[in-house]
């Protein structure tokens, strides 16, 4: 909450370290905030739901939920109209059980409170990333961005043999552009320059 | 006479502010808690460091924030003569807190707590109305640093009175308040938060005081959306932006 400010050199140094975090990681950032894709992200995100065999409406936070299902059935819904409310109402949940604990559970116990199993699945948190990252571009909601943000923190500090599928180091890409692009906007509407912008 | 109210009373520049608001109003609590113990800990709300007060002439779009973030509290508590017990602990679900408040503490309390604290069921059920301004602009902004995320959204800045229930930021609404963007955003944290928040509850109490009941701007607290803590960069961008 009272992290301590620093001024502009805080937002370079930020970018600087996203950056060589990337390239060490071999995850290109798929597009400068020129040039951001936005249809690519949602295509991206539709290609990761596809293989989801339930639907947001079969799941009942009353059940336990494997989160892999959860976050395949998100991706798929999310951007499908009729399904918005749905879809957001799951991710506040899960985006208050990742910030009260830092992280993302194999699955969630009835009532969506405790979480069981591994919390060290790097799929699962791309895959929440690029959930934020399709539901921020759709409403702009800064809750989402600032938790997307948080993800990215974790994402980018892990080892990189954490990454051992080539489409998980392009997820990683993507929702680093979008952070970046995100920032970008905001920065230009905030009227604040940095790194030659 | 005027309606008697306590304060609980946490070591943070919130109190602080709270503090020199009422002494400037002449406000009086009947009750003080102070929520301390020896502990060298820093608590959430606590400024550390270097003295930092809001040094520009009197503005009159933020008439609390000139006060001392770190001023000491019970030598200042001992000159304004305010009835002060000190229970050894800073949690205010400790059950002797708990208990101190049900035998002593007035109907209605002015709470300055720790930052992230939450009234759990045995202190609510004292009966006590657990007067607690939020730093934002509710319904819509809900949950923690919310100020930094309305500047960013709106260029916004608020604080709400809520009389505290379990629900957390969703009591019924006495008042809110939309304030300028603070003139100096890198005291946000330590001033301008803590005086927005003080200001609203000066404007409560007196209403308060001067009718003998609460008029609640909005019952239905229900909606908006939950904050949880900005990410540093998001911060920086509302500290530095002037849109």
Known sequence: MYAPFEGVAFLEAHAADRAARLAELGARQAADDGAFDVVRLTRLALARGESATLALAQLDPAQTIQTAALLGALLRALGTSGEGPAAHAWLARLVQRFEITKKIFERYEPGFRRGQGTAGCITLYLDAALCLSVAYGENGHLQYLSTLMKLNDLLLSVPADMYDVAVDRAVLGMVAATEANAIAKLAQRQGVAFNGR | MAADFGLLLADTSRSRAYMAALERHALRPSWVMLLDDDSQATMPGQFVGQTAQYERAPDPRWPEAHFDPKAPLRPWLDRLGWPTICTNSRDINNPQVVEAIDLGAPQVLVYSGYGGALLRAPVLQTGRSFLHVHGGYLPDFKGSTTN?????????????????????????????????????????DHVFDSAARAQVLVSVLKDWQRTGTWHFESVDNKGGNTYYVIHPVLKHLAILGAP
């Open chain 2, 148 to 188: 930094y995320y309305s500047l960013l959204a709106d260029n916004s800045f608020g604080a709400s009175a809520i009389l505290l229930t379990a629900d957390i930021d969703g009591g019924p609404i006495i008042q809110r308040h939309r304030l300028p963007p603070p003139p100096v955003r890198e005291q946000i």
